[in-house]
């Protein structure tokens, strides 16, 4: 069978309804179902769709599933490295390469354990397998330094741009605020790195930076990815008391963590001075007070939903939504919850049939990939 047929053909019949009923949701695009398209999962992190039809799905606990073009959850590929699956570590995102149909490479993000049971955000990559088994020629190609003793704000996605550099983003460790603005460590960080790991020449070069960093003052950057038109990279992250931001973090800028912040302490103190702005420190394009808790999201191309091309879509994990935003110029006009209390959104992409893909933030067996269909009048 042709490839394209197959991988129509595997978005249909994987596609059945949420037990015991899908229910419908009112939307500006219309009435709209989540159906099930891969179901079985164990938190879910992260997806991405394989040219020649299926994905690949990462599960924190430590595990790669594949899913075959006829919808069947495959056993875990073999080959990955040991993971720090504590807290919000472990397995988490993937990507495949730009040309990855004839380089068969894949991308993974990782808590990784390190010395002393201090562990960091790592980036391997490695070659799958045409069986979708085993990952071969498996390195990493990126370590966060410095490690740390801790189960939190590992950051942790990725996003390939234009030219094929590889942005990587981290998190503050939660408790290592005071590395942040300091700008010889990868802590609260947007790196930008080749695919070997190596450095874009195109990077900032400014005194003091490690040449692989590319913007400085993120607290916990769980979302990621490229505009479809500028080819701009666009992130959210988690504020603790309120205050998540979505940016488009540029070379060379510092976006303000912790010196600046529209968010407070879980105490509901003032985070450092109180301060929500600073001069040489950059204001978010949008940010949310009460907390949605933001992790994957993407940008909805083509005339699968008409109304909606072009418009930004944003995961809420403590808010169960997904934020679907309106820019003009650089600017966040217009908001609308999707799904509203419906489950924890983790990551979302769009499938190859143009369909909006969600995937639910749960354990075994309910952590699901859904995809978003119309339903009927």
């Not at 978005?11 to 398209?37: C, D, H, I, N, Y």
Request: hydrophobic residues 40%.
């Amino acid at each position: 069978m042709h490839r394209r047929a197959v991988l129509l053909s595997f978005f249909a019949a994987a596609a059945a309804p949420l037990p015991p009923q899908a229910p419908v949701f009112e939307s500006s695009a219309g009435r709209l179902k989540l159906v099930t398209v891969v179901a079985g999962l164990d938190h879910p992190w992260s997806f991405a769709f394989l040219p020649e039809g299926g994905m690949l799905v990462t599960e924190r606990p430590g595990w790669l599933r594949a899913v075959a073009p006829d919808g069947r959850l495959l056993a875990p590929v073999s080959g990955l490295p040991k993971v720090s699956a504590t807290g919000q570590g472990g397995l988490l995102d993937v990507a495949l390469h730009p040309d990855f149909a004839t380089t068969r490479l894949v991308f993974l993000s990782f808590a990784e354990p390190r010395e002393d049971g201090k562990n960091a955000t790592s980036v391997m990559r490695g070659r799958l397998s045409e069986d979708l088994a085993r990952l071969s020629d498996v390195t990493v190609i990126f370590r966060q330094q410095p490690a740390y003793k801790g189960g939190a704000h590992f950051g942790s996605r990725l996003a390939f741009d234009r030219t094929g550099a590889l942005f990587v983003t981290t998190g503050d460790r939660l408790n290592l605020r005071p590395l942040v603005q300091q700008t010889d460590n990868h802590i609260g960080k947007v790196i930008r790195i080749t695919e070997d790991g190596g450095i874009p020449p195109d990077n900032p070069k400014l005194e003091g930076w490690l040449p692989e960093v590319w913007s400085i003052g993120h607290r916990n950057l769980q979302g990621a990815t490229i505009h479809p038109d500028t080819g701009q990279l666009w992130t959210v992250e988690h504020g603790a008391k309120g205050g998540d931001e979505l940016n488009h973090p540029e070379a060379g800028k510092n976006y303000g963590w912790p010196v600046i912040t529209y968010s407070r302490e879980y105490s509901g103190e003032p985070v450092g001075e109180g301060l929500t702005e600073k001069a040489g420190m950059e204001q978010p394009v949008h940010d949310w007070t009460p907390s949605i808790a933001p992790s994957g999201m993407v940008f909805l191309t083509g005339g699968r939903y008409p109304q909606w091309s072009g418009n930004l879509f944003v995961g809420a994990l403590a808010l169960q939504h997904v934020a679907r935003l309106v820019l003009k110029d650089g600017k966040v006009v217009e908001e609308e919850k999707l799904f509203d209390g419906y489950t924890r959104f983790r990551d979302l992409r769009q499938g190859p049939d143009g369909s909006l893909y969600l995937l639910t933030d749960q354990g075994a067996p309910m952590g699901r990939v859904l995809k978003v269909v119309k339903a009927a009048s």
